[in-house]
């Protein structure tokens, strides 16, 4: 990367910039203005790579990142307090730390500054920019991942060299539906055809118990969301009609010997190596969730040994009515500008740059003509940088620069079709054939839901964490139980239990909460 001296921008600078753009800032200029930025997700990454000089030469901006050393919440929570944050910061959009940095000063509003400088924000955020505002109706902060991601997420996970042994090959590579009926007599059928599989004990469904990663599929399965929703008030899924019937299909998997017996004490580890060891069936999560155990069966069983995703429905439920594919349009990450930021102006139109389809491309695709082509004004990848990143994703994203700097991402395609994301060019047959099976029936925003709860040190946050942790140790016992009166008498008894510490309270402030968002979000019935 050229030398170049990082100082602050000057008047002269200034009026320049404004009249030229930030383009214009690099026109004949010997310096250039430089941002500090502070990446919760940087790791150890030097602003140094192809793609960085790309974006200083783009922009005339130099980044120099800020890099979180061990906990990044503890770098953001002594930042905060010592007011010494860079001019960006890039945090969990979730946690509580950006309300605090808002609630601070420490944070800019934005909506007049994209008004003036950043049309490109305007265009590619849309509504998420409505529904990004804070209770005072003005925006801290810009996303990132945000916008509906379309590929697919939750699943029922079958390893289809068995499952066409049972139901045949074409219906195996079928992405048609199976109804749970199906699904059940699948799994019974495989018990009673291979009640060992390599010299151990067959198992039709196990689960990991650490993450919950089977929670997407389960709900799904029923249509169910992250709360029940009835006449605009807020419930918990306890309170959903459909809840009881799943629990229940769970019990029935557990007591019919389907269900894996240590499914509750599963740690994600063991969980890969049970389904790595070939003697396991069928599994709830996301198609990716299985890749280890994928490449694992693929040297030692066969390539066909390995877990493809399958919709299963509920046998009272529309096909066109499950929620598998639940993802939040407002993203991961908040990216704002600094009250430390003596720049404003240059951050703007930096962000409006990487925000942009260029900056998109850029950021994710690599440098044009290096690592990909416009070819008929389509985005052609060259073929070594998918086959760098299926075979080493780390060297070739260091090597490249393409992925090493996500900020501003947004899901989805651009307007030549192509995806923003160089690696969904070329993906992996167990990611296409996921996303054959669901539809666009089953993504639905769960923004709506997402921060719903009650902070812990309120009366309401206190009761909320009472209520979850009567959840938590009812789940596996109505699961467990030995029949399905049990499960029912279980569910009862957690209810009642919930309610006791505080549930209704607890809806309560959720409702009010939902309401007056989506007052804010001009989205009120």
Not at 162 to 183: C, H, K, N, W
Request: proline content about 3%; overall charge negative.
């Amino acid at each position: 990367m050229r030398n170049r001296k990082a100082v602050s921008m000057a008047a002269g600078a200034v009026m320049l910039a404004a009249a030229l753009g930030m383009t214009g800032i690099t026109a004949g200029a010997e310096e250039t203005v430089t941002l500090t930025f502070f990446d919760k997700n940087s790791g150890s990454n030097t602003f140094d790579d192809p793609v960085a000089q790309a974006i200083e030469e783009k922009t005339g901006v130099t980044i120099e990142v800020e890099n979180p050393t061990g906990d990044p919440l503890e770098k953001l929570n002594l930042m905060l307090t010592g007011q010494n944050y860079p001019d960006i910061v890039l945090m969990d959009r979730g946690n509580e730390i950006v309300s605090r940095y808002i609630e601070a000063g420490a944070l800019i509003p934005l909506n007049d500054l994209i008004d003036e400088y950043a049309p490109n924000v305007k265009e590619m955020y849309g509504e998420v920019l409505t529904k990004s505002r804070y209770k005072d109706g003005q925006n801290y902060y810009l996303n990132n991942w945000y916008g509906v991601d379309p590929d697919a997420s939750a699943g029922v996970l079958m390893r289809r060299d068995l499952l066409a042994e049972i139901v045949g090959e074409d219906r195996a590579m079928s992405t048609e539906p199976f109804t749970q009926s199906e699904y059940i007599d699948i799994l019974k059928q495989f018990k009673e055809k291979f009640p060992e599989l390599n010299g151990k004990e067959s198992i039709a469904v196990t689960l990991d118990a650490e993450s919950k990663n089977y929670e997407g599929t389960l709900w799904g399965m029923y249509g169910m969301k992250s709360y029940y929703v009835e006449d605009g008030q807020i419930f918990h899924k306890v309170r959903d009609p459909k809840y009881l019937e799943a629990v229940t299909f769970m019990n029935q998997l557990y007591t019919e010997g389907l269900l894996d017996k240590e499914w509750v004490v599963n740690k994600k580890e063991q969980w890969t190596q049970k389904l790595s060891t070939g003697n396991v069936f069928s599994t709830f999560a996301s198609y990716w969730d299985t890749d280890a155990a994928n490449a694992s069966l693929a040297e030692t069983v066969g390539p066909e040994a390995k877990f493809f995703s399958y919709k299963v429905v509920a046998d009272d439920v529309d096909p066109s009515a499950t929620t598998y594919n639940g993802r939040s349009t407002l993203g991961w990450d908040a990216i704002g500008i600094t009250s430390n930021c003596q720049n404003v102006e240059a951050a703007m139109k930096l962000i409006d740059f990487l925000v942009s389809e260029e900056g998109q491309y850029l950021m994710m695709w690599g440098v044009e003509g290096q690592n990909w082509d416009l070819t008929d004004g389509v985005h052609v990848p060259h073929q070594d940088v998918l086959d760098g990143f299926n075979t080493d994703f780390d060297k070739e994203k260091l090597e490249t620069g393409a992925r090493k700097w996500t900020w501003f991402i947004k899901n989805g395609n651009g307007s030549d079709g192509t995806p923003y994301d160089i690696t969904k060019c070329e993906q992996p047959e167990t990611a296409v054939f996921a996303n054959q099976c669901f539809g666009e029936s089953d993504s639905w925003d769960t923004a709506d839901f997402s921060g719903l709860e009650p902070a812990g040190s309120t009366i309401e946050g206190l009761s909320w964490q009472k209520v979850k942790d009567v959840y938590d140790q009812n789940f596996p016992a109505i699961v467990n139980a030995a029949d399905s009166a049990e499960a029912a008498s279980v569910y009862e008894a957690m209810v009642a239990e919930m309610e006791s510490s505080g549930l209704p309270q607890v809806e309560s402030y959720m409702t009010t909460t939902y309401q007056e968002r989506m007052e804010l979000w001009g989205q009120a019935e």
